[in-house]
């Protein structure tokens, strides 16, 4: 029968409202976050300020020190943690008497930039009254007094990927705090500076702060909405790699002209192997690449025909004339692997070309995992598709000896901070709970969606603590994450501010 989980699960919500009454909190949170919209955007604003992107030392380690002290005027107890890495900032917050703890995620840090692609500088925090394209002009920043538009977007690196969960969860407390509302639960925070580089120190992390970080649910706070913009929240997302390629030529740079056609050409070379990864209709050509992915539960398949199905309003937005895999809509792609190459670098182009060829070429690949497959498999299968393609694997720059015996040499660097999966039922008490609070704040039906297509640390969670773990996105789909011009549209916040109050308020209720 058509959506019969979608209907059971909203059911089973009807059966737990029975028994737990869910004040309705839209009316003081809204009221306070219209009176303090403006100082909201300026402690967002200070924060957004903040370098993050690593480039320096020390970046991270000062917006750890600003959320620290920002956090602490709320009543957390905080401290920055470190196992060699970028710093990590763990808090809580005890609620007397509650029984319930939830811990919330999110990250601080931030994508490299390329300023000069940027409309504005990344780091310095700009209002616009749309998307670039859209109202794209520079609006003056509010003052005491002015009206601020819901959908305004704010411009900056880590607006909407990952600050804003920090601002939204603290002006939620704000408003708790001021209407006499006492949290139903526990508050525990653990935000991330080092989640763009895959969190390479996180598994260390979790397992010396183990005590500290024990809750009752994991909510994590990150990820884009769904396309159609409805509150949302996700069971998966997909693990990550980065894998990086060389490959090698004449020793030295050579005229095109005296060698073309007779000195093996490097960026020939790349391109060839990374054509080779992939199918003319977009699947992934490497040998049993697929063997371990799992399936969709019959549950998940009934949440994504449950889904507005966005692939032609997205095609419009993107001006595409085709999709890579037009036989499925984005929400199942999402569900299977994906291997995308993410950087190239053999040379120049335009004013910066020259009639040479390279000594070397080299390519950064992004690999999106999919429950069931694993790093060292993944590993495993792509070097012995390499390998096939008749390429000799080396770990590092290659010696002369090497080059001269090789025809076809390549140097494989798989780069730290990989993690696999993670998955969750839809339908988890856990779920049923947060179901039947959020859809409480509106009337409308909490979208359940299976995966996201980007990744987060989770599967280093569910290894370290036991404790159930769903996603919680609040930022806008249109976003710019990792792009030029990231930017959060300020209802989305406004909203996020709503939801987490909620949740704070109500989850720990019997």
């Known amino acids: 029968m058509k959506h019969s989980f979608a209907r059971g699960l909203c059911a089973a919500a009807a059966v737990f409202l029975t028994t737990l009454h869910v004040v309705a909190q839209d009316n003081y949170v809204r009221e306070f976050r219209e009176a303090n919209e403006l100082g909201i955007l300026n402690d967002f604003k200070d924060l957004l300020s903040l370098p993050n992107t690593g480039a320096k030392k020390g970046m991270q380690a000062r917006n750890a020190e600003w959320i620290i002290d920002y956090i602490a005027k709320r009543g957390f107890v905080a401290k920055a943690v470190s196992a060699g890495g970028e710093p990590y900032v763990i808090a809580e917050r005890v609620t007397p008497g509650a029984t319930k703890t939830i811990l919330f995620y999110a990250h601080y840090d931030g994508q490299p930039v390329i300023e000069e692609n940027w409309a504005s500088p990344p780091f310095e925090p700009v209002l616009r009254a749309g998307p670039i394209g859209k109202g794209a002009n520079t609006?003056?920043?509010?003052?005491?007094?002015?009206?601020?538009?819901?959908?305004?977007?704010?411009?900056?690196?880590?607006?909407?990927?990952?600050?804003?969960?920090?601002?939204?969860?603290?002006?939620?407390?704000?408003?708790?705090?001021?209407?006499?509302?006492?949290?139903?639960?526990?508050?525990?925070?653990?935000?991330?500076?080092?989640?763009e580089r895959g969190s390479p120190t996180l598994g260390k992390i979790l397992a010396e702060n183990a005590d500290a970080l024990k809750a009752d649910l994991i909510l994590f706070c990150d990820a884009p909405l769904h396309q159609s913009g409805r509150r949302q929240l996700v069971f998966g997302m997909r693990g990550t790699t980065t894998l990086e390629l060389e490959t090698y030529g004449p020793l030295r740079p050579l005229h095109s002209g005296h060698y073309g056609n007779w000195a093996p050409n490097p960026t020939d070379s790349m391109i060839r192997l990374l054509a080779s990864l992939k199918n003319d209709?977009?699947?992934?050509?490497?040998?049993?690449?697929?063997?371990?992915?799992?399936?969709?539960?019959?549950?998940?398949?009934?949440?994504?025909?449950?889904?507005?199905?966005v692939d032609e309003r997205l095609m419009r937005e993107l001006a595409l004339a085709e999709r890579e895999q037009p036989s499925k809509r984005i929400e199942e792609l999402v569900m299977e692997p994906a291997i995308v190459v993410k950087g190239f670098q053999a040379g120049g182009v335009e004013r910066k070309a020259r009639n040479i060829i390279q000594p070397s070429a080299k390519a950064s690949l992004n690999l999106r995992l999919v429950k069931g497959q694993t790093l060292t498999e993944v590993e495993r299968k792509i070097e012995a598709h390499i390998k096939q393609?008749?390429?000799?694997?080396?770990?590092?720059?290659?010696?002369?000896?090497?080059?001269?015996?090789?025809?076809?040499?390549?140097?494989?660097?798989?780069?730290?901070?990989?993690?696999?999966?993670?998955?969750?039922?839809?339908?988890?008490?856990?779920?049923?709970?947060?179901v039947s609070i959020l859809d409480e704040l509106d009337g409308e039906n909490t979208m359940l969606t299976p995966t996201l297509g980007g990744s987060l640390?989770?599967?280093?969670?569910?290894?370290?603590?036991a404790a159930p773990i769903i996603v919680l996105p609040i930022a806008n789909h249109d976003n710019?994450?990792?792009?030029?011009?990231?930017?959060?549209?300020?209802?989305?916040?406004?909203?996020?501010?709503?939801?987490?109050?909620?949740?704070?308020?109500?989850?720990?209720?019997e």
């Open 480 to 509: 710019n994450q990792h792009g030029r011009n990231e930017n959060i549209r300020l209802q989305n916040l406004w909203d996020a501010i709503e939801i987490y109050a909620a949740v704070i308020e109500n989850y720990g209720k």
């Open 281 to 309: 209709d977009g699947s992934i050509a490497v040998d049993e690449y697929y063997d371990d992915v799992l399936a969709p539960t019959a549950a998940e398949r009934e949440a994504i025909a449950d889904i507005p199905n």
């Open 457 to 465: 640390p989770i599967v280093l969670f569910e290894k370290a603590l």
């Open 139 to 195: 609006l003056p920043w509010p003052r005491k007094g002015d009206v601020i538009n819901p959908e305004w977007r704010l411009f900056a690196r880590s607006a909407g990927d990952d600050k804003a969960p920090i601002i939204g969860l603290m002006a939620a407390l704000d408003a708790m705090e001021a209407a006499g509302v006492v949290p139903s639960i526990n508050v525990k925070l653990i935000f991330d500076g080092e989640e």
């Open 389 to 434: 393609q008749g390429y000799h694997i080396v770990r590092r720059p290659p010696s002369l000896e090497t080059r001269r015996n090789h025809p076809k040499v390549v140097r494989v660097d798989w780069r730290p901070g990989g993690y696999e999966a993670f998955k969750t039922p839809l339908d988890g008490p856990q779920a049923v709970k947060l």
